[in-house]
């Protein structure tokens, strides 16, 4: 009898548990297995851009040597890179050196690729900042 209790007890929490995950996912989204970020910056005619990289927000600065491309990347799938607070640091340093130096062109937010809160409230306060 007392078996039976704990064997139902176990269920119930599993069952419970289970409902507390699901409803954390819908909140925060699907979020990959290893998700890192990077910041990359071409000058005019590079291409680089890797196959893993999805871009969340791009900034384009004309200056006299040409115009230069700054993105804000999610890299799937590899260890190493940058956490996503750091990297936007890094693009908003980089960022307010070339507006210095020359003159913004165009800063874009690709919303489709943003797959959480996280990365909603980091892309739009950085593309806020890059505006002023």
């Known amino acids: 009898m007392i078996g039976i209790l704990i064997l139902a007890a176990a269920g119930y929490l599993a069952w419970r548990n289970s409902r507390i995950i699901a409803e954390q996912k819908d909140k925060k989204g699907d979020v990959p297995a290893v998700s890192s970020y990077t910041v990359q910056v071409e000058r005019q005619a590079e291409t680089g851009e890797g196959a893993n990289a999805t871009p969340l ?36 340093h980089t960022c307010s050196g070339l507006a210095s130096k020359g003159e913004t062109v165009r800063i874009a937010a690709f919303d489709g690729a943003i797959l959480n809160e996280e990365e909603k409230q980091a892309v739009v306060r950085l593309e806020r900042r890059l505006r002023r």
Do not use: F, K
């Open 57 to 92: 927000l791009e900034a384009v600065y004309r200056e006299a040597e040409g115009t230069v491309q700054v993105r804000l990347s999610r890299v799937n799938g590899t260890i190493g890179e940058l956490q996503l607070e750091h990297a936007v640091q890094i693009m908003e």
